[in-house]
Structures are given as C-alpha cells and as structure tokens.
C-alpha cells in the first residue's frame, strides 16, 4: 500500500450526504473522489419532500442558488390525516419545505461538489474495503465489467445510502428492534382534491401503513406508500396492484384515485431501518443514510444527509490536518451527530407512538387542531428549524394529551 495515496478522502456514493462532504472538503483543498454506482441523474426511492430545514443548510453549503434553480415547489406545511378522517394542517413557523425530484436536486448538488474541485467517478461500484492492520485504507471499485481497482485514501466516507456496502465491511450494522417497513413510491396526476397550486403536502395515516402526497413542480404528485415488509413479500411480484390496493384502504384518499395515473415506474426499497450506533473508526466515517436510519414520516433524511455532512467535513478535515489526532477527531464526530441529531430521534419515536395508535393520533390531532401553538411548536421540531427539546417537554406532551 503507497504511503502517499493519490487521494486524500475517497467519498463512497454521491447522493446528497456524499456530495455535499464532497463539496465542504473539496472547497478546503483536499482532493476529493467521489465513486457512484449509478449515473447521475438517478432516481431514488423518495417522497422527495425536504424540511425547511434543509433551505438552512443548503445556504450554509452554498448550495442554495443550484437548488433554487431547480424552481422547486414551495409547501407551507403538511395535513396530517388520520384513519376516520380526523385531520390537523400543520404550517411551518420558519421557512418552508421544498419539494422536487430527487433526480434534479442530487445532481445539482453532486455538480455544486464538481465545481468546487471533486473528482466524481459515475457508474463504479465500491465492492469492498482496503484495510492496514485494523485501519481502512481505501477502497476496491470496478466500472462495469472491468477488473476491480484498488483507490489508497487517507480517509474514506462512507455515504452509500441504506444499503450501504461501507457500513457493511466496517461491521457497523446492529440488528434493530424496529418493524420492518419498505416504501413503495411513484410520481402520479390527476389525484382529485389536490390542486396544482396546493401549498400542502398531505399524510395519511392507518393501521400499519402510511401514505404522503407531495406537490411536485409541473402538477405530478409524489406518492410514497410505507407498509410493513411482510404485506409486500406476501404480494410476490404484483407489486403494481398491491399499490392501488392499499391506496385505496386510506379513507380520505380511495374515492379521490378514479382519475390518478402513474407518470413513471414504481420503485420500491427496504427493509427501511437501520441501526448504526457508532458512524466512525479507524479510516472512515459514516454520513447520511449509511450511519443510520429510523422511518420516513418525519422526513428529515434529506437535512440529517446535509446537516451530517457540514459535521462529517469539519471531522475529516480535523483528521486530515492532524494525523496523530485522526481518531479522536472521528470519536468526536459520533459524539457531535448524537448531539445533532438524538433529540430528533427521541421526537421521531414518539411520532411513531401516536402513529400506531390511530385513537392516540386521532385523538392528538384533534387537540393540535384546538391548540395552535403547540402546533407551530411541533412543525419547527418536525421542520427542523427549531430544538425538538420543547415539542418534546413533559408539560408540552401533558398539554396535547390533557382532555
Ligand atoms: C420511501 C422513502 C421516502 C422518503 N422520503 C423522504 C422525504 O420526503 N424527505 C426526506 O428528507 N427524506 C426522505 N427519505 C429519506 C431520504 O431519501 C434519505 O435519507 C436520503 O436520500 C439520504 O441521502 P444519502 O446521500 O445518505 O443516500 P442516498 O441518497 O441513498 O445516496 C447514496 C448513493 O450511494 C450510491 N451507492 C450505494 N452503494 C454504492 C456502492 N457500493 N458503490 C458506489 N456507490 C454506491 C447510490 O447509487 C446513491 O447514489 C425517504 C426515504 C424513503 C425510503
């Protein structure tokens, strides 16, 4: 193994995590690759709605005129709709949400990482790791059908998504306790009720399974249906119509379909969990989906993807400038992603509570209905522009439940 790789940071996937560190670390002048099984631009299994969150961190990473210019929807907020049709609109306090596929937004940002000096290699596949004792050392990739070659790096980014191969070979993985769920999603018109100038993504809820609608730029919808594992396994291969079906099953969507059409294929992941408690160790870091994921609803993977990667760039820059403190430097990033993100986490499981209650939720949405203000404090915890410590305060959770 050369002693003086060729590349200092060798980022593995270029959706948003990986081209976003990309682009932090390439700005710093460290030379950055970037190696992407897919050609961009790709499409990926998403509800393709980004909390306001997002608008914050784009701006800090000066991604934000490249999105802009994608002329992405703007939404207010999201109606949260329960299984007897009991329903809360629920409006951001700050900024809004923006919604618009993820094809367009990851390029632009894997093209904002190529602009600032990263080198991106598309449709090469990391198959495995380079180790020096118990260090990771670079990475072994192969362009289609040509022999694996082996890229030396001082550090290696492990952004390659939920099904991550780095997480994988660095034995990150746990098993989780949590349900296992997949996500069957789509672009779909003419879903009646749903205007082309609706301001309001929507999210259905009932017994084991979800559904939200997000307006997408040019009158397509996003649909992004998540049930449990089991349901889709028993269906076989009639993915198509156990779609229809269980869209049908939401009461305050099926009569709303007559006139629905899918505009493009449906594409399927899971199972959607991941438990990853420690994102880091000798040689590499894990960012974005490869260091962890809980569910969908709360819809924060897009921010936790770019908020994780202004944390990943500032570690291995530190590990980068000072190699004899490298792996403190990495420590210290498991330890600032808690601080980013466990609170949201905590307020994420407890959605996920009053999820699998329906009478809970019915219930909850009711009150929030009633209580305006602990509705605008739970949408900036949600949005991810203000600390989920208040949503999530005794006296707030006393107050949505107190008759
Ligand atoms: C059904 C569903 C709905 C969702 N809805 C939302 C939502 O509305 N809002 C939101 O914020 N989040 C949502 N998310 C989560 C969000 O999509 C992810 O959190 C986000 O994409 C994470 O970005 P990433 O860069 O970590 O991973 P990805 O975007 O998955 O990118 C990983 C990249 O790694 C590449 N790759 C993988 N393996 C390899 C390999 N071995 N070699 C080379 N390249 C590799 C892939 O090709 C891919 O480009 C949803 C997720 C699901 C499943």
Known sequence: MSRDPAWDVVVVGGGPAGAATAALLAARRW???VID?????RDKPCAEFASPGVGIVLRRIGAWEAVQALRPRRLRGMQLIGPSGERFAGTYPRGRALALPRPQLDQALLDVARRRGATVWEGTR???LLREG??????SAATGSSPARHMAARLVVGADGLHSTVARHTDAIRPGWWPQRTGLVTHCEH???????ASYGEMHVRPGAYVGLAPLPGGRVNVALVLPGRAVRQRGKDIESLFWHELAQFPALGSRLARAQRT????????????VPVAAGPGYLLVGDAAGFLDPFTGE???RALRGAELAAAAADAALRTPAAADAALAAYCRARQRAFRPKEALCLLVQAFIAYPPLLEYALRRLRRRPELGQML?????DTHAPWTALAPATLAALLRP
């Open 126 to 128: 990391v198959h495995d």
């Open 37 to 41: 099984k897919a050609r961009f631009p």
């Open 379 to 383: 949408m900036g915890a949600l949005g």
């Open 134 to 139: 118990r260090r990771i050392s670079g990475v």
């Open 191 to 197: 879903i009646d009720g749903l205007s082309a100038l």
């Open 31 to 33: 030379r950055v690759l």
């Open 264 to 275: 493009k294929p449906l594409l399927g992941t899971g199972p959607l969990r991941r438990r």
């Open 301 to 303: 993977g897009i921010y």
